[in-house]
C-alpha cells in the first residue's frame, strides 16, 4: 500500500480549501497515508487581463498540472470539475468525489440590489460568455464587463466600484465560509450552471490501481453520473469557452434529468432543452441533448 502521497493544485485561497477538505477526507480511510500538497502554477492564474475564450479556454488552469501529474511529480491533482476540459488525455482518469456543492450561480451587488433592482445601465462583472448570454437575456439593459481573479479579487474590485455587481459560482462562496456575502442565488432554469459546477474533480493516472482503490472511498457516485451526463453533453457540443454553454443534471429515484443549453453564434439567441430517462443512460442523455442542441451552432 502507499505510504506518501503527492496532491497538485492551484494556489488560490479555494483551491487550497477545496484540496485540505479531499486531503482530509482520503486521511479518514488511510491515516497512515502521509500526504503532501504541492502548488502549482497555471497558465490560467498568469494570464488575467484576457478572457478565458481569447487565450485557450479553461483547460489553461489544468495543463501545467496534468504535466506534474504526467511527470510523476504529483500522484493527483484537485480541479474545480467545470475548469476541466470535455477531454482528458487517455493516460489520465477522472472522478467526482465528495458530495456536490451547490451548483447555481449567484449575485453579489454593491448595495445590496437584487438583479431586477439593478439601475438601467449598471455594470455586472463576468468573464463568462455562458453568464452574460443569460443574463442578458433576463436584463437586456445591463451591461457586462470582464473581470477575471480569485473571488476575493473579484468581490474587491466591485468594492472599489469598478463594477456595480458579479457574478459567482455559490460553490466557491460556500467553501469558503462566504455565503453571507451573496445577494442573490439565481435559479437554474434561468442561468442554467456550467458543467460540473459545484463538484470537486480528482484526476489521476488510469494505471494507479492503489490510487483508484483508495479514491472509490470519497467518490459520490450519483454526482459523478450527473457531472458525466453533463459533459457527454459538453462533447457532443464540443464546447468550450468559446461557446455560450451549460448543463444541469439531477437524479430523482432512478431517474435522470438533463437540462441544457447553447447560444447562437451571434449571439442573440438562446436555445434550451432537457432530456431524461433511466439512470443507467446517463451519458446517452447527454449525448442525445447535444445532438438536439448542436444544430444551432451548425
Known amino acids: 500500500m502507499k505510504k506518501s502521497m503527492v496532491i497538485g493544485t492551484r494556489g488560490s485561497a479555494l483551491a487550497l480549501t477545496q484540496t485540505n477538505v479531499v486531503k482530509e477526507h482520503i486521511q479518514k480511510y488511510c491515516p497512515d497515508l502521509e500526504i503532501e500538497i504541492k502548488i502549482i502554477k497555471t497558465t490560467g492564474d498568469k494570464i488575467l487581463d484576457k478572457s478565458l475564450s481569447k487565450i485557450g479556454g ?8 496534468e504535466s506534474a501529474l504526467r511527470n510523476g511529480e504529483i500522484d493527483l491533482a484537485v480541479h474545480s470539475m467545470k475548469d476541466v476540459p470535455n477531454v482528458v488525455p487517455d493516460e489520465f482518469a477522472i472522478v467526482a468525489v ?5 451548483p447555481r450561480d449567484v449575485l453579489i451587488s454593491k448595495d445590496g440590489l437584487l438583479l431586477s433592482e439593478l439601475p438601467i445601465g449598471a455594470a455586472v462583472g463576468t468573464s463568462s460568455l455562458r453568464r452574460v448570454a443569460q ?16 473571488i476575493d479579487t473579484r468581490i474587491k474590485k466591485m468594492m472599489n466600484g469598478e463594477v456595480d455587481a458579479i457574478i459567482l459560482a455559490a ?10 456575502k451573496i445577494t442573490q442565488y439565481l435559479d437554474v432554469n434561468d442561468c442554467i450552471p456550467s458543467v460540473g459546477q459545484g463538484a470537486l474533480c480528482i484526476e489521476f493516472r488510469k494505471a494507479d490501481l492503489q490510487l483508484r482503490d483508495i479514491l472509490s472511498n ?12 453533463e459533459r ?17 443534471a439531477v437524479i430523482k429515484d432512478a431517474s435522470i434529468f438533463l437540462e441544457g443549453f447553447v447560444c447562437s453564434k451571434d449571439g442573440t ?5 432537457r432530456e431524461a430517462g433511466s439512470l443507467s443512460q446517463y451519458e446517452e442523455i447527454g449525448m442525445k441533448l447535444g445532438k ?3 444544430v444551432y451552432r451548425e
Open 98 to 102: 465528495l458530495d456536490r456543492e451547490d
Open 232 to 248: 457527454a453533453f459538453l462533447k457532443e457540443m464540443n464546447g468550450d469557452c468559446s461557446i455560450a454553454i451549460g448543463a444541469h
Open 171 to 180: 460553490a466557491g462562496l460556500k467553501r469558503m465560509g462566504w455565503q453571507d
Open 218 to 229: 470519497i467518490v459520490n457516485e450519483k454526482d459523478f453520473k450527473c457531472v458525466l451526463s
Open 292 to 294: 438536439k442542441l448542436k
Open 269 to 273: 439567441k438562446l436555445f434550451a432543452d
Open 135 to 150: 443574463i442578458r437575456n433576463l436584463r437586456p439593459d445591463l451591461n457586462f464587463k470582464p473581470l477575471r481573479g480569485n
Open 58 to 65: 479553461k483547460g489553461l488552469f489544468v495543463l501545467e498540472i
